[in-house]
């Protein structure tokens, strides 16, 4: 049945199911009904052991031949799309809803490449693989109130959704959430290696500044602004200004993060240019 609603049972192809798509599936599977799904075929030429159990218990359909289904999910990585789109083509019908994770591929090399009209691109970040992460989308212009709420539906096993944004921001996503968790690593890793520098043991200062992110990241997720957190722990003249001192003179901090994301954008930008030159 076409995806007219979000609470319409639909038939669902994932194409991919590595860490990125198994964790979408996972979250579908939960239960009878979620995301709407009546079928999920998963096209995999290697399936892990998940998804080979899935098959065994009757819950997937896999590596079936194509026929056209209501949505079509594609978590493949993007310099394979490719080769594997004159495949994919099989599964789509004139009004399937095509879901696209792969990063740099357009919604425009989406839809010459399958015939789609429906597309949904969107952009997940690594914590999405344990439903933690925050996923952007934007939708082709021929995507109404139905495709908003099921793209939105099928990605949440990811995390937190962000959406509609206008195509042109995708590469400002990528440079944010995309490529941010690896900012956040090397904070935890930076201060690892002062924690030893100021005479702390390697495991004594892994410990302390890994908990850390956590725990402020846990602060984060309640709801609190950056600013008024930050201000929360500086006390006029303790330790926490000291250290800010060095961290916020001339913008010093700020003003890295904005470059380091202008270049993340600038580089998203130029591996689509180079994804659809493969094409």
């Known amino acids: 049945m076409p995806a007219g609603s979000a609470n319409e049972l639909k038939q669902a192809v994932l194409v991919g199911a590595g860490r990125m798509g198994a964790a979408m599936a996972r979250g579908w599977l939960r239960g009878p009904g979620d995301a709407g799904l009546s079928l999920l075929h998963i096209v995999e030429p290697e399936p892990s052991e998940e998804v080979a159990a899935w098959k065994k218990a009757g819950r997937i359909a896999l590596n079936d031949a194509a026929n056209p289904v209501d949505v079509a999910v594609l978590a493949v990585k993007p310099q394979g799309f490719a080769k ?17 994770i792969m990063a740099g591929v357009t919604i425009r090399g989406i839809s010459e490449a399958l015939g789609a009209t429906k ?29 908003k709420a099921a793209t939105e539906q099928l990605l949440a096993p990811l995390g937190g959704v962000v959406g509609p944004l206008d195509e042109s921001r995708i590469d400002a996503v990528t440079a944010v959430s995309g490529s941010g ?20 043991d390697r495991g004594t200062a892994a410990q302390l500044a890994r908990q850390t992110v956590i725990g402020a990241g846990a602060l984060l997720a309640e709801g609190g602004d950056p600013a008024d957190l930050r201000k929360a722990v500086t006390s006029p003249g303790g330790t926490t200004a000291a250290a800010l001192d060095i961290l916020m003179s001339n913008d010093t901090l700020t003003d890295l993060i904005r470059r380091a994301v202008e270049a993340a954008a600038k580089r998203s930008a130029e591996l689509s240019g180079e994804v659809a030159k493969k094409a």
């Open 84 to 100: 594997v789109a004159p495949g994919l083509a099989g599964w789509i019908g004139p009004r399937t809803l095509v879901v696209s």
């Open 119 to 147: 597309v949904a691109r969107a952009m997940p970040n690594t914590p999405g693989a344990i439903g933690k992460g925050v996923t952007g989308y934007a939708l082709s212009q021929d995507c109404g109130a139905a495709e």
């Open 181 to 200: 968790p690896a900012y956040v690593f090397l904070l935890a890793e930076a201060l690892e290696g002062a924690a030893v520098s100021a005479g702390l």
